[in-house]
């Protein structure tokens, strides 16, 4: 684990996708955040995104919200938190260079949600020098897995939502998760080594 960064040849030109919710701020049980009094980092993440920045050379986040499209929220309230949130970020020393999200429900047909590739997609597409080879997907849910496995990407899964542990280990063989971590914080750790 202590050379990950050598086994990959991580540098500048790879980029760093990560999921919103039980990675960057605290999940809520059974809700949404949904406006910046709700959104609580998650330990190290702030002290965390600044060594990151300077290891990847693009971040961009990218998040299912169904929240929006169940109309708990609308986009201008997402855009604030999300704002905010970058503003944090930076004030730490750190960098989000794209936030993307998908609102749609997961009962529409079809969406944009991950395990669907297509916030990779749009992220190419802003920056085209993006290669999913040299890219590595962090999240807390199978979903995210699947989404950085569908794109070719190294795979990071954090631990943070119990049911998700317990689902993935009954699919054990079947999702492929690269490496397990606790957060940002224990990957800043094993890739400064």
């Known amino acids: 684990m202590a050379e990950l960064k050598?086994?990959?040849?991580?540098?500048?030109?790879?980029?760093?996708?990560?999921d919103r919710d039980g990675v960057i701020n605290r999940r809520l049980k059974d809700d949404y955040v949904k406006n910046w009094a709700e959104f609580q980092f998650m330990?190290?993440?702030?002290?965390?995104?600044?060594e990151l920045a300077a290891i990847f050379g693009r971040?961009?986040?990218?998040?299912?919200?169904?929240?929006?499209g169940k109309g708990l929220m609308n986009s201008k309230q997402l855009d604030t938190i999300h704002e905010k949130m970058k503003q944090a970020v930076e004030q730490a020393g750190g960098r989000i260079d794209l936030i993307l999200t998908c609102p749609d429900l997961s009962s529409k047909k079809?969406?944009?949600r991950k395990p669907n590739p297509d916030m990779g997609h749009w992220a190419k597409e802003q920056f085209p020098e993006i290669d999913f080879k040299r890219s590595v997907m962090v999240g807390d849910s199978?979903?995210?897995?699947?989404?950085?496995?569908n794109l070719g990407m190294t795979t990071i899964w954090v631990r943070g939502k119990e049911d998700e542990y317990h689902r993935l280990r009954k699919l054990d063989g079947k999702i492929r998760i690269d490496y397990r971590l606790s957060g940002l914080a224990h990957l800043t750790q094993i890739l400064s080594q």
């Open 6 to 18: 050598k086994i990959l040849n991580i540098n500048t030109t790879w980029t760093l996708f990560l």
């Open 43 to 50: 330990e190290g993440v702030l002290e965390a995104l600044p």
């Open 59 to 68: 971040i961009i986040v990218v998040t299912n919200q169904q929240g929006v």
């Open 110 to 112: 079809p969406n944009c």
């Open 142 to 149: 199978i979903t995210d897995i699947q989404f950085g496995e």
